[in-house]
């Protein structure tokens, strides 16, 4: 069982920025690729960003690419999502995952297992 918790979430200004904090339970934290999704009102959940184990492969969403950034610490067990000129459309829920299915598209719920509670980014126009 691994347990997830998200922090860094707020309120910003369009064009502001924020950084996203996923901190993991589990020293083994370092052998699973992990991955950001989020879910906006109304919407299903969607995939973000995401990165391998040690960090040398990331994934991005069309929508967030040259915009946010995901990176990793194995030493804290904590991944990272900076989000950089937020939009009103970023406003939503954030959540991590981790992903226990080896193969698979990183951009794939069906890969991820054990999932943080979320934490919200309202971005104001």
């Known amino acids: 069982q691994v347990q997830l918790v998200e922090s860094g979430g707020g309120l910003v200004q369009a064009g502001g920025s924020l950084r996203l904090s996923c901190a993991a339970s589990r020293r083994t934290f370092s052998n699973y690729a992990m991955g950001w999704f989020r879910q906006a009102p109304g919407k299903e959940r969607e995939f973000v960003a995401a990165i391998s184990r040690l960090g040398s492969s990331r994934d991005y969403a069309d929508s967030v690419v040259g915009r946010f950034s995901v990176s990793r610490d194995n030493a804290k067990n904590t991944m990272y999502l900076q989000m950089n000129s937020l939009k009103p459309e970023d406003t939503a829920v954030y959540y991590c995952?981790?992903?226990?299915?080896?193969?698979?598209?990183?951009?794939?719920?069906?890969?991820?297992?054990?999932w943080g509670q979320g934490t919200q980014v309202t971005v104001s126009s």
């Open positions: 995952a981790v992903k226990t299915v080896v193969s698979g598209l990183y951009s794939s719920e069906t890969v991820y297992n054990y």
